[in-house]
């Protein structure tokens, strides 16, 4: 049930006008430009850093700041358990034609996929966001701490009101709930994925009353009827990523937001092509030759195997091969700047509230 007081106290525990926040996509797509004018709007702007070396994170963050003094937040990956690596062979067989494809060299697996998650941590904490927030999991308790020792809030994402117990367990301060509209990757981490399969208007209610700390709406959020949908369903805050996709300040390229602007409801599906982990995105070339063929590598070895080839990709607007990121709620993205959209939903949520409640 909506607590009409929800949304007004974690706005003012936010900093911000509106608890309005944009999702941390990694790979690029939440440049400094983004974030800032995210939160110069009133919402809270984020930076997806996961795959970010902590040295590039400071400067993201100092770009940020040049741009705004007002709260924002920097997302990481939380560290996985080790895998033992497969045979790459298949997958850089097939890999290798699409490099060809593409004006590249043959691939190569890097021997660290991942950068270092303590060197990024205390980069994060060098840059002092407003928010440190994270998925996949949760980080050991002393980077927690850490964070929380220094007035920086701290929100994990759960798929499920089992993981959303872990993270309350853990003390952070807010939960996202990812429902499993959500487009990129997948935040699982409490058994297996399909468990984490949980719509956004099912997953909400139930997380709300499982936990005591504010829960935050993700997933299939594109308008203010989604957000006023959201605090009726007792959320105290709504993430949104693919709404922002097609912004003018997203660095998406230009043939993303193109197929972002004729896809529907259905033109996304989860795979795990991209990064060996579940992701929901927009199916091209890449994510069914690797599919067909099994040559899907864990995490993060598949991550490094495509790498090269995603980024290459998007720069020659080539969506065969690029990671096109989308949730189910695409059907609904517009074009124009982040402080139109971030004001857009401002008084379309106002707006539907007025026409439920009188």
Not at 173 to 182: F, K, L, M, R, T
């Amino acid at each position: 049930m909506m607590d009409p007081q929800a949304w007004r106290r974690f706005a003012e525990r936010l900093g911000v006008e509106h608890p309005l926040i944009q999702a941390p996509m990694a790979g690029g797509l939440t440049p400094p430009e983004l974030v800032a004018a995210v939160s110069e709007a009133g919402g809270l702007g984020s930076l997806g850093a996961a795959y970010v070396q902590p040295e590039d994170i400071v400067q993201q963050a100092r770009a940020v700041r040049a741009r705004t003094s007002r709260p924002y937040g920097i997302n990481l990956f939380a560290p996985q358990p080790a895998v033992a690596p497969a045979d790459p062979g298949p997958t850089l067989a097939i890999l290798e034609r699409f490099h060809a494809a593409v004006g590249l060299p043959p691939p190569v697996i890097p021997a660290a996929a991942m950068p270092d998650f303590a060197k990024q941590v205390e980069a994060v904490l060098e840059a002092a966001p407003t928010v440190f927030s994270f998925t996949f999991g949760i980080p050991p308790a002393p980077v927690l701490e850490t964070f929380r020792s220094r007035g920086i809030l701290v929100m994990g994402t759960a798929t499920n009101v089992r993981e959303a117990r872990a993270l309350e367990a853990a003390g952070v301060d807010a939960i996202v709930a990812q429902g499993s509209e959500a487009g990129g990757h997948r935040g699982s981490f409490g058994g297996s994925f399909d468990a984490g399969m949980v719509g956004t208007m099912a997953l909400v209610p139930q997380m709300v009353d499982a936990v005591r700390v504010p829960v935050i709406a993700s997933g299939g959020i594109m308008d203010g009827r989604g957000v006023a949908a959201a605090r009726m369903l007792g959320a105290a805050a709504v993430q949104l990523g693919t709404a922002f996709l097609r912004c003018q300040e997203s660095s998406a390229a230009a043939a993303h937001k193109a197929l972002l602007r004729e896809a529907r409801d259905e033109s996304s599906r989860i795979t795990r092509a991209f990064s060996g982990r579940p992701a929901r995105a927009i199916p091209n070339e890449l994510t069914t030759t690797l599919e067909e063929a099994g040559a899907i590598l864990p995490f993060p070895q598949q991550h490094g195997a495509t790498r090269t080839l995603r980024a290459a990709a998007s720069k020659q607007n080539d969506t065969r091969f690029m990671a096109l990121w989308a949730g189910q709620g695409i059907g609904l993205s517009r074009e124009g700047s982040a402080a139109d959209l971030v004001r857009a939903l401002v008084a379309e949520t106002e707006a539907a509230l007025s026409s439920v409640t009188g």
